[in-house]
């Protein structure tokens, strides 16, 4: 199945942190694929929720290089993007994140985006981490089995 025909099948899906990266520093194998999951939510009637985490994971290389421009560049293009919602972590997302990963052997980060991804009821994820796939009430695309079809 390609990547756009797995998107076709949802209206609401959560994005991984590593898509945003893919995209934003022009993966040489994964920026197409990224570029696809972007092109696919800015289509009317189309949603992606993400975790204020990925916020966090986004800015860590800028601020450890000083780089505030580069700061200041993603806040602008991510906070404004059409038919993206970032969701901070609640109580409810936290305790269904434990849960997660108690059950799933997730990371803590993974764990929070796939408990934000179930609490905003998104039908799928985009990753490119396959330990999601563990967690069987979320459909999981995992871009690189889709790297090679762009």
Request: hydrophobic share 45%; charged share 25%; aromatic share 8%.
């Amino acid at each position: 199945m390609s990547l756009k025909r797995f998107l076709s099948r949802h209206r609401r899906i959560a994005i991984d942190s590593c898509v945003f990266i893919y995209q934003l520093e022009g993966h040489p194998k994964y920026s197409s694929p990224a570029e696809t999951v972007f092109e696919w939510l800015e289509q009317r009637g189309h949603t992606a929720v993400t975790s204020t985490v990925t916020m966090l994971e986004l800015l860590v290389q800028p601020n450890r290089q000083a780089d505030l421009k580069r700061v200041d560049q993603i806040y602008a293009l991510l906070t404004t993007f059409p038919n993206l919602e970032w969701i901070a972590s609640s109580l409810e997302v936290s305790d269904l994140a434990a849960r997660l990963r108690a059950d799933h052997n997730l990371r803590t980060p993974d764990a929070v985006q796939a408990a934000t991804a179930l609490d905003a009821r998104a039908t799928a994820i985009v990753t490119n981490d396959p330990a999601f796939e563990r967690v069987s009430s979320i459909a999981v695309a995992v871009l690189d089995r889709f790297a090679q079809e762009v």
